[in-house]
C-alpha cells in the first residue's frame, strides 16, 4: 500500500520535539490530521475566540431571557441518538481533561433538534470534531446528524462518540 505525501518533511536529527500544535481559531482537517499522526495535542492560543463568542451572544440578546439563556453547553452523551441540525461551529476551546488521548481541544457548536430546541454542544470526541470542521470546510453546514456512542471499547475502556450523517432522511421533512 502506498504511503500518502502529505507535504511534511521529518525533522532533521537533533531538532527540539514538538509537543503540541498552538491554533488561534478552528482547525483545519489538516492540521487535526498532523497532530494526530505525530502524537501531539492541540493548544488553544488564547481563548479570546471563546469570549468573544459569549459577548456577541449577550451583545445580541433583544430580551432579558436572550442574555441568560443559550450559553450553556450540554454534554454530548446528554444528546445521544437525537437527531440534531448542526448550524455552525461557533470557536475551539481548550479542553480541561487531562488524557494521553483526544486532540486536546473541542468544539462548541450550535445545533436545533427536530422540535426546534436550540442546544449549544461541547464537542471533544475526534471523529465528530474532524468530521464536522471537515463539513464546514465544504460549506456542507447547516447538516442533519447524530452523535452515536461506540459499542466496542478501545484498548484503554473507553467508548468513543462518533458523528453519523442522518441528512439524507431528515433533510426533506424539515
Known amino acids: 500500500m502506498a504511503k500518502m505525501n502529505t507535504g511534511i518533511m521529518p525533522a532533521p536529527a537533533g531538532a527540539p520535539v514538538i509537543t503540541d500544535m498552538v491554533i488561534s481559531t478552528i482547525p483545519t482537517t489538516a492540521e ?7 502524537g501531539i495535542k492541540l493548544t ?3 481563548n479570546a475566540a471563546g469570549e468573544s463568542a459569549i459577548v456577541s451572544r449577550v451583545a445580541g440578546a433583544t430580551s432579558a431571557d436572550d442574555v441568560f439563556g443559550g450559553g450553556e453547553l450540554v454534554s454530548i452523551k446528554d444528546v445521544l441518538g437525537t437527531a440534531l441540525k448542526v448550524e455552525a461551529i ?5 479542553s480541561d481533561f487531562a488524557s494521553e488521548t483526544g486532540l486536546g481541544v473541542y468544539l462548541v457548536v450550535r445545533t436545533v433538534d427536530i422540535d426546534g430546541e436550540a442546544r449549544t454542544l461541547a464537542v ?8 464536522l470542521v471537515k463539513l464546514n470546510e ?7 446528524v447524530a452523535f452515536e456512542q461506540a459499542t466496542k471499547a ?9 458523528l453519523v450523517d442522518r441528512h439524507a432522511e431528515i433533510a426533506g421533512r424539515f
Open 154 to 162: 478501545t484498548k484503554s475502556g473507553y467508548y468513543p462518540v462518533n
Open 124 to 131: 471533544g470526541s475526534t471523529d465528530a470534531i474532524v468530521k
Open 138 to 144: 465544504l460549506g456542507a453546514l447547516p447538516r442533519w
Open 32 to 38: 487535526i490530521d498532523y497532530a494526530v499522526r505525530s
Open 90 to 94: 461557533e470557536s475551539v476551546r481548550p
Open 44 to 46: 488553544v492560543q488564547d
